[in-house]
């Protein structure tokens, strides 16, 4: 056919033509080995909802990816993300296609990385959420398939935290990827070739938690789209994934031009080009090149039919290329690396926050946005947090209850899975499109009602009540219902590993009552009109003892007090009244002096002075060491562009004021209301000065108190709590709260990476928008400090936060926002939210002794003790305590204050703790058939301390875990395990890479042995893992004592 003959001759020469290029016989000798990943970056949720998603695109990529890996063997493909995995799994794949999967993994054709159920993001979440949705998933993946992640994927998070590269040398990675940081630092490190080094993140854990950490070059984890010879973009054959439904005909938009003989010089050339650039950026041969980018792979038949061609035709000429190209998973490309056996830099406890992309775009707008989303996801964990530790102590001491721990083990698995969604980087950041914020919420508030139920089965029956019925205050709120008459029995959880004394506040229908405890002893609490003034607000002061929860009746004065047969409750005790006084309302002066009429409000820690010519606070006193400073709180705004054409904008994700904040009030209201307990200081700030008393915008409800003789003060005497309200915003508005204070601080602000360690902010100067990248996220606790003397800001939600003056905090508080940009109008993500929110903060002042308690009370905060509350029905109101808390005496707490119960869980896995055993069972299908194993218990242990930071309490901590954990039952065996569970500690091992500060440094494996006695010694930071197995133990039924 001569046809074919010239086809042939033609194409031949058109190659060679495309092989005399400048420069490809470079690096002949050796030459760059190219480890081509393909992936599909998969949202869960962002701009689509999962729903949504896995119709029109997610269920295909492993649907069609498992499909052609099975055809042709040198195709390989890493998973990340487990929450699309796993709904596939379970509702598309069939026997067949799951069969094939185990094949695959098998084979290490299919290689699954990260392993979380998202792709977490970075900046504003807590550490126990990272820890629970990386569990999550790592434990599916284990039970299913025997399979451990060892290496994380982490390339759309926006910005790098220090605690990450930890968490994941905990869970037993070997390598950690990221890509998002600093425009102006990634430049500079591909210039000098540092994208790779390794990461000793915690300054106390150093080299024993260190990982080799990759950073993307500037193309990040997609191809580059640009061909030269095309109009379309490169390397995406199946195009553009479509919503809601995939196209009948299987044409998506913007699908590369195919590989053909035509094409695949040009084709050759741009990948080539691109391998080599960035091999240029790196010190080994070894390319990393990752093939996919969001929502790619829905049809993996044509991408491969494409590349098949493209990367044989690359390495027929590798000599003419220098370039050879392989499928990869990135395990293999790490391990290339790892071989080389190059020395390392060493990164110590840096982070990359904050995150710009260009000059005018720094990524710090979302730390704040969307903050009513953020509440609900820290309230929702702390909801698990307690059912979690409350479930698991009702079967060690309630074993044949009779709640069926079936359900309530399913109820709990709902709020794990919601809670881990919603950690995803556009989840929790506020950066998702209003329809996906539903469903977020949606699924929160579905597994928070879900826990509740289970709460409440534990407590009615455990307590003797099954026939009152009990509910639950708002998930973010600690009001109740309001109660007409009768009794209100409201009972009340600490789920914290210590004892505390603390005040709860309910909501009540009426100004006289009196509280008792359930033995019928007087309770002190104070009632006072609440800020709607149609209800009462119930201040109870409670002791709890860890992990236990106590009953207490509240009763309206008017109602009869049946008296029981010891004579208890004869006097009808009251509450303390709390009195309201109403100052006049004080328009802002613009003098920078204004009068200086001082009231003083006081507790045993802090004197706070006001001033009455401003309705505005003008100094805290620390009463331990009688320093005083002076500070102001206002309200602020800054104005956004919402126009492209005149500037840069601010939107979910980016922080672009137009200049410098405006104060947002002209006039400011005050009330003040005395108590016996509790002292609330009340300002409404208005817009304008003849607005209705209702009509404020902002307000801030500061509360101190006092502690009664024969209770702990310590950690509630410390703190001053402080509720705002704000808006709703008027649009292109962002809302912040500035503290000025007479500190002298050099603009120098602490805040933590996820509650987990603090960082040292210094004050940066840039060429482009200093104002916006001077912004940090704060997860739990900031501080500022002069000499020996702090402020502590303490937040149950994260926030932005800076320090834009010397001496100065701001706290971005809300967000409403509407810009032109066409890619955030075709995403409906304006960010356009009009609601009001609420956080609280608790401010602490004094020395670094005195302040040393802000790990404890931060998550104090965080994790409030849980109310439930409801009627009281039956003859017996009173019943002896199943806690038998002495009134006189606080029992000794179940950890010392510098060690913290992180989880105190039955997770319910069917796997066996025994690697080898493990895998057996998943082979004979008996890992399918078994039951949730609920004799496991799962216990971490974190040290909340770093190194130096305080004389005593960063010692290192002996424990003895059977002694410890007697109160729950009698330990049987106990193992020390991964972070996430799945590797027992003592057999795993982590890869060791040569650095720069290699001298005198022991590269083996360490291990860690528990003794006989179940004796550890916790050192500083440290975060120990383990799985207990008690004896069974006979049912109790009465004196359960949590």
Not at 528 to 548: E, G, I
């Amino acid at each position: 056919m001569p046809g074919l003959a010239a086809l042939v001759t033609v194409a031949t020469l058109g190659m060679l033509q495309c092989l005399r290029v400048p420069g490809a016989s470079a690096r002949k000798a050796g030459g760059i080995q190219a480890f081509v990943i393909a992936h599909s970056h998969m949202d869960v949720g962002w701009v689509y909802t999962v729903q949504e998603s896995m119709h029109a695109y997610a269920a295909n990529v492993y649907t069609t990816v498992v499909e052609e890996l099975v055809k042709g063997k040198q195709h390989k493909f890493i998973v990340v993300e487990q929450e699309f995995f796993r709904l596939w799994w379970d509702k598309v794949a069939t026997d067949a296609q799951k069969e094939q999967v185990h094949k695959l993994l098998d084979e290490g054709r299919l290689e699954f990385v990260i392993g979380g159920q998202v792709m977490h993001d970075e900046a504003v979440t807590e550490l126990s959420s990272q820890i629970l949705q990386l569990t999550e998933g790592h434990g599916f993946l284990y039970e299913t398939f025997g399979t451990r992640p060892q290496f994380s994927w982490h390339v759309d998070p926006f910005g790098a935290s220090a605690t990450t590269p930890t968490v994941f040398a905990l869970a037993g990675f070997n390598a950690h990827l990221i890509s998002r940081i600093d425009y102006d630092e990634k430049e500079m490190m591909q210039k000098n070739k540092k994208l790779q080094f390794v990461w000793q993140a915690s300054p106390s854990l150093a080299q024993q938690q260190e990982i080799f950490t990759h950073i993307m070059d500037q193309y990040s984890y997609c191809v580059p789209s640009f061909l030269p010879f095309s109009n379309r973009s490169g390397f995406y054959w199946n195009g553009i994934a479509v919503f809601p439904d995939p196209p009948k005909d299987g044409i998506y938009p913007n699908m590369s031009l195919p590989v053909t003989n035509e094409t695949i010089c040009a084709y050759a050339k741009t990948m080539v080009s691109n391998i080599k650039e960035r091999a240029g950026w790196f010190r080994s041969s070894h390319v990393l090149w990752p093939w996919g980018c969001d929502k790619q792979f829905f049809n993996a038949t044509v991408q491969f039919k494409n590349m098949d061609p493209l990367m044989d035709y690359i390495n027929q000429h590798t000599d003419e290329f220098g370039v050879t190209v392989q499928y990869a998973t990135l395990s293999e490309y790490i391990r290339a690396v790892h071989n080389a056996n190059l020395t390392w830099d060493v990164r110590k406890n840096q982070d990359f926050l904050p995150y710009s992309s260009e000059p005018f775009q720094a990524w710090t707008g979302f730390y704040a946005s969307r903050n009513i989303l953020k509440g609900l996801a820290r309230r929702a964990n702390s909801f698990l947090y307690a059912c979690e530790s409350l479930f698991t102590l009702y079967l060690l001491r309630y074993p044949l209850g009779s709640v069926d721990k079936f359900w309530a083990l399913q109820q709990i698995q709902h709020l794990r899975w919601a809670v881990s969604e919603v950690q995803h980087h556009d989840a929790v950041t506020g950066t998702e499109s209003p329809k996906v914020r539903d469903m977020y919420m949606a699924h929160l508030f579905q597994g928070i009602w879900a826990v509740k139920l289970v709460m409440a089965a534990i407590f009615q029956e455990t307590q003797n009540t099954p026939e009152d019925k009990l509910d639950f205050p708002l998930p973010y709120t600690q009001d109740t219902r309001n109660t007409e008459d009768g009794i209100l029995q409201i009972t009340v959880y600490n789920p914290l590993g210590w004892n505390i004394t603390t005040i709860i506040n309910v909501s009540v229908a009426y100004s006289e009552v009196s509280v008792y405890d359930d033995a019928g002893n007087t309770v002190p609490s104070q009632i006072q009109k609440s800020v709607s003034h149609n209800t009462f607000d119930l201040y109870v002061l409670v002791r709890l003892n860890a992990l236990s929860y106590r009953r207490y009746l509240v009763k309206h004065e008017k109602s009869a007090c049946t008296k029981e047969p010891d004579g208890l409750c004869s006097k009808n005790p009251t509450s303390f009244r709390g009195r309201v006084f109403t100052f006049d309302r004080k328009p802002v002066s613009k003098s920078k002096n204004p009068g200086r009429r001082l009231r003083s409000l006081m507790n045993d820690c802090y004197v706070l002075m006001l001033n009455e010519d401003t309705n505005l606070l003008y100094s805290i006193t620390d009463r331990s060491s009688q320093k005083t400073v002076k500070i102001k709180q206002e309200f602020l705004e800054y104005f956004a562009n919402g126009d492209v054409k005149q500037g840069p904008i601010s939107d979910n994700y980016i922080f672009t004021p137009k200049g410098l904040p405006v104060l947002v009030s002209q006039s400011i209201g005050m009330e003040i209301v005395t108590g016996k307990l509790v002292t609330e200081i009340r300002q409404y700030f208005y817009s304008n000065t003849s607005a209705n008393e209702q009509d404020y915008q902002y307000a801030i409800f500061t509360r101190i108190y006092r502690v009664l003789d024969g209770y702990d003060a310590s950690m509630l005497c410390n703190r001053i709590e402080q509720e705002y309200i704000v808006g709703p915003l008027n649009l292109n508005r962002e809302a912040i709260v500035s503290m000025t204070t007479d500190m002298k601080t050099d603009r120098t602000i602490y805040t933590d990476n996820n509650g987990y360690q603090m960082m040292k902010r210094l004050y940066k100067s840039y060429s482009n928008n200093t104002l916006a990248r001077n912004y940090y996220p704060v997860v739990r606790t900031a501080y500022i400090e002069e000499s020996d003397t702090r402020l502590v800001i303490l937040s149950e939600r994260a926030h932005g936060i800076s320090s834009q003056a010397d001496g100065q905090l701001e706290v971005m508080l809300h967000r409403r926002l509407w810009n032109n940009k066409a890619w955030n109008l075709g995403y409906n993500l304006t960010l356009n939210d009009s609601s009001v929110v609420r956080p609280l903060f608790w401010l602490m002042l004094g020395s670094k002794a005195t302040t040393s308690s802000l790990h404890q009370s931060g998550l104090a905060l965080e994790f409030r003790p849980i109310i439930m509350y409801g009627p009281v029905s039956g003859k017996k109101t009173f019943v002896t305590s199943h806690n038998s808390q002495s009134n006189s005496s606080v029992s000794s707490g179940f950890l010392p204050p510098n060690l913290h119960l992180l989880t105190l869980c039955l997770p319910g896995w069917r796997y066996n703790s025994n690697h080898t055993m493990h895998l057996q069972n998943i082979v004979k299908g008996k890992s399918k058939q078994s039951e949730p194993d609920f004799r496991r218990i799962l216990l971490r242990i974190m040290h909340l301390y770093e190194v130096g930071e305080d004389p005593v309490l960063s010692q290192p901590v002996t424990v003895n875990l059977k002694d410890l954990l007697k109160v729950l039952g009698t330990v049987v065996s106990i193992e020390e395990r991964s972070l996430t569970g799945i590797w027992n500690i003592n057999t795993l091992k982590r890869w060791k890479w040569k650095t720069t500060q290699q001298d005198g440094r022991d590269l083996k494996n360490d291990k860690r042995w528990l003794t006989k006695d179940f004796i550890i010694t916790i050192q500083p930071k440290e975060l120990r893992t383990f799985f207990i197995y008690f004896k069974e133990q006979e049912n109790y039924k009465e004196n359960i004592n949590f």
